[in-house]
C-alpha cells in the first residue's frame, strides 16, 4: 500500500517515512501544502497522513482541496493541537480520522490499516486467497498452515495482489501501490519480486496462486482446473 506524509517538519517526515517502509508501506513525503496536492493528482495513493500545520496552504485547505477534487483517499490527519474545535474542523474538511502528537507509532500503524479496511473490497484484518492467509495487522502469512519468511517489499507485494484477489493486475498499478515515486518504470524489479513470491508461496504439491497474464500483468487466485 502506498502512503503520501505531508509534514512540514523534515526530519519528523523522514523519520516518519523510514518506520512505515520498514512496516512494508510504500511512502512519498511532501513538506508543504502544494507539493502534496501536485502530488495527489499525480500518483495513486491508498491513504493521507496529513499534518494540520503546514505552510502555505494549511492541512484543512489541502484537505478540502482534495475532497474538492473528487478524490476520495483516506485521510489520517495529525496535529499537535489537542482542542476539541481543531478536531472537529479537520474531521468536517473531509479528513478520515484524527491523531494528535505525540502519537505513539504502533497506534498510527494501527489507524492506518483501519482505513484501509473500511474499503468495500476489505473488511478485516485477514486476507485469504485460497490456503493463502494474511494477517494484516502482523504481517504473518502462512500456506496450507506453514508460515512464509517475506521480506516487507515481497509482503507489500503479497498484500496487494491479495487485495486484488482474481483481478489482473498491470505492472504500472502494482509500481503506483507497492513502490513510491524513486521506482524506475524501466527496470525489471517487479518480474524479480513476482518470482520470488513464487518460489516462496507456489511451492511444490501446491496449487499455483500467481499468474502472468502476458502482455497484461499479474493475478492472485487458484484457478479451478489448477485445484
Known amino acids: 500500500m502506498r502512503l503520501l506524509i505531508v509534514e512540514d517538519e523534515q526530519d519528523a517526515a523522514i523519520m516518519l517515512a523510514k518506520g512505515l517502509r520498514e512496516a512494508s508501506f510504500a511512502v512519498d513525503v511532501a513538506f508543504d501544502g ?33 475532497r474538492a477534487s473528487g478524490i476520495s483517499v483516506p485521510i489520517l490527519m495529525v496535529t499537535a493541537q489537542d482542542a476539541i474545535r481543531q478536531r472537529i474542523v479537520g474531521l468536517d474538511s473531509g479528513a478520515d480520522d484524527y491523531l494528535t502528537k505525540p502519537f505513539d507509532f504502533g497506534e498510527l500503524t494501527a489507524r492506518i490499516r483501519a482505513l484501509l479496511r473500511r474499503a468495500p473490497a476489505v473488511q478485516s484484518g485477514e486476507l485469504r486467497v485460497a490456503d493463502l ?3 494484516t495487522r502482523t504481517r504473518t502469512i502462512k ?15 503479497l498484500e496487494y495482489l491479495a487485495r486484488r484477489e482474481g483481478e ?14 524513486s521506482y524506475d518504470p524501466f527496470s525489471n524489479l ?6 520470488r513470491l513464487r518460489r516462496k508461496v507456489d511451492v511444490p504439491g501446491l496449487a499455483r496462486l500467481i499468474h502472468t497474464r502476458r502482455g497484461e500483468g499479474y493475478q492472485l487466485v487458484r484457478l479451478e482446473d489448477e485445484a
Open 190 to 195: 517487479i518480474e524479480v519480486y513476482i518470482q
Open 143 to 157: 500456506r496450507a498452515e506453514r508460515t512464509l519468511d517475506l521480506t516487507s517489499k515481497e509482503y507489500a507485494l
Open 34 to 66: 502544494e507539493s502534496a496536492l501536485e502530488k495527489m493528482h499525480v500518483n495513486s495513493y491508498d491513504a493521507v497522513i496529513l499534518d494540520l500545520m503546514l505552510p502555505g496552504k494549511t492541512g484543512v485547505e489541502v484537505c478540502r482541496e482534495i
Open 168 to 181: 489482473v493486475v498491470g505492472r504500472a498499478e502494482i509500481s503506483e501501490h507497492v513502490w513510491d515515486e
Open 133 to 135: 492467509v494474511i494477517d
